[in-house]
């Protein structure tokens, strides 16, 4: 696959797993294709299940004042999600349903080919960093998996009705602008050999 809409035709009408019999809209993610900076959440919720767009509801307006924060808007980056599909009732992602749908998202990372991943919350982390540790210990600070620079924060959904986990997003945020700048304005080397996990 060449680009991220021969991906999306690719992965068409999804019934790979049960999830697509449940959802709604398949969310499969948005913003600048040849973005720096990708963010990767969890799986849709309710109003991203309707709309087909991630991180529309609580979380994503929380999403928003804090791209704001750093002078970013969401057409500056790219957005997707561990799952493509809303597990019923929100409940947690399945093993076997990240093992379905993450390849997916892997394309993804490769075809947008960012500088920084920021990670939110614990599945997308793991996911990422191949790792058992819990985003509590290893938020803000800065990792590498592949030729990506990782930051992992905590999920904004987390940090709705928490003030110190969102006055920590906000610290954590400040970060991605240092981040960024060190990616040069040349952009960074293509994608090469093994990406994280693959
Ligand atoms: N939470 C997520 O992890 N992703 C979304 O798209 C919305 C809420």
Avoid: W
């Avoid at 009408?13 to 040849?34: A, E, I, K, N, P």
């Avoid at 928490?162 to 080397?189: N, P, W, Y």
């Amino acid at each position: 696959m060449e680009t991220l809409n021969e991906l999306r035709e690719h992965i068409g009408d999804c019934h790979r797993c049960d999830l697509g019999d449940t959802r709604t809209r398949l969310v499969f993610g948005v913003g600048r294709t040849d973005a720096d900076l990708m963010f990767i959440g969890e799986a849709p919720g309710r109003n991203e299940d309707l709309k087909g767009e991630p991180f529309v509801g609580a979380a994503g307006k929380l999403l928003d004042e804090l791209l704001a924060s750093i002078d970013l808007t969401r057409d500056d980056v790219y957005i997707a999600n561990i799952l493509k599909c809303r597990p019923p009732g929100n409940r947690n992602p399945l093993p076997a349903e990240i093992e379905t749908c993450t390849p997916f998202l892997r394309e993804q990372v490769r075809l947008v080919n960012p500088c920084v991943i920021v990670t939110l919350g614990n599945f997308a982390t793991k996911f990422v960093l191949k790792t058992t540790a819990g985003i509590t210990g290893l938020r803000g600070s800065v990792q590498h998996a592949g030729s990506f620079t990782v930051l992992p924060i905590f999920h904004p959904a987390a940090a709705l009705y928490d003030i110190s986990k969102r006055d920590t997003l906000f610290a954590d945020f400040a970060l991605i602008g240092q981040l960024l700048s060190a990616c040069g304005a040349e952009g960074h080397e293509p994608v090469q050999g093994r990406l994280f996990g693959a």
